[in-house]
Each structure stands twice: as C-alpha cells, then as structure tokens.
C-alpha cells in the first residue's frame, strides 16, 4: 500500500483526537500554541519512529480547517509497520490519535505534537490507550538535523536515501501527492 492511499485509509480508522483526552496528569498536557501557519506541518518528515507524511484531513474539517491526518512508516522484522494519526492543530500543537498494526488488535492511543514554528521540528509524546506504553516522538526535515543525536533512528538511513519534501508544499496540495 502506497503511502496516499494509507493516509486515506487512515481517515477511515482513525477518530479525531478528544481534545479533552487524557487530563489527568502533566505528562499527557502539551504546552499552549503559539501561532504557527498551518501549512508548515505539512508533508514529510524523518522521526524517531520512520518516515512520517502529515496532510490536511479535508473530509473532516475542510480546506484549512486545522483538521490533520498522517501515517508513519518504519521497519519491524524486516517488514513495513505502517501507523496512522489524526487530529485538530491548534496554532503549533497537534493533539491526536493513533492507531499501529500488532499481533491480535491493533495498538491504540493519543499524543501530541509540538512544531517549532519555523516548520523544521517537532517533538511530543504518544501514550497508549490503556497507558502501558507513552514515548516521545521527535521528527525533523531533511534539510535540517535532529535536534537530539540520540533521536536519530537507530537504523542506518531507513529511508533508503529518498528526498523529503521542504517547506513550503505545493500550492496545489494535498491533491498533488
């Protein structure tokens, strides 16, 4: 499966995050927005967890409506893991759900995302719904580094020298990919 057409079988598995989810602890809160143009969290990214493509979910919010999807790809067992996620951006916040294939049911959970506004960075933390599992998720462009060297993937260039798209994206976007 291509990655367009996961990330439109992702809005299909994926609920809107519940910006109300979770708040019980610090741990789970982002920090507050700041204002941020939306577009600059758009198209794709190197992680900690792969590959990451970020795209405006149009079918649930419309053209601008801060409503996002998106899907990570990394390697398990020498196969593809691909996981989806999708959500509402608040100025440079993202808060979402998440959904990853795993042996019986799928794993699933919340997080969120913090972009620097400048559009080259993010960082956050994702937990699982049962909350038995949380991590940090950092990601950057290709044109810019890890702000951490210990959040680089483990795995020597997983993605297999492909370019990354920079900032902007195409004015045309989403439907150019």
């Known amino acids: 499966m291509g990655l367009a057409a996961a990330v439109l079988w992702a809005g299909a598995c994926v609920q809107p995050a519940d910006p109300n989810y979770p708040t019980s602890t610090g741990l789970y809160q982002p920090p507050q927005p700041q204002a941020m143009e939306a577009p600059r969290t758009l198209g794709l990214w190197k992680s900690n967890f792969g590959a990451v493509k970020l795209e405006e979910d149009v079918q ?10 998106g899907v990570w790809v990394y390697q398990r067992n020498g196969a593809d893991v691909i996981g989806y996620f999708a959500g509402k951006l608040e100025g440079n916040v993202l808060r979402f759900t998440w959904q990853e294939p795993s042996d019986g049911a799928p794993l699933v959970g919340a ?27 950092t990601g950057w462009r290709a044109n810019a580094q890890p702000a951490d060297p210990n959040a680089a993937p483990a795995q020597p260039d997983p993605y297999g020298g492909q370019g990354y798209g920079a900032y902007p994206p195409p004015t045309d976007y989403p439907n150019s990919y």
């Open 111 to 137: 997080g969120y995302l913090v972009f620097e506004t400048s559009g080259q960075r993010f960082s956050g933390r994702w937990w699982t719904t049962a909350r038995d599992r949380m991590g940090e998720w």
């Open 60 to 69: 649930r919010g419309g053209p601008g409506g801060g409503q996002l999807q």
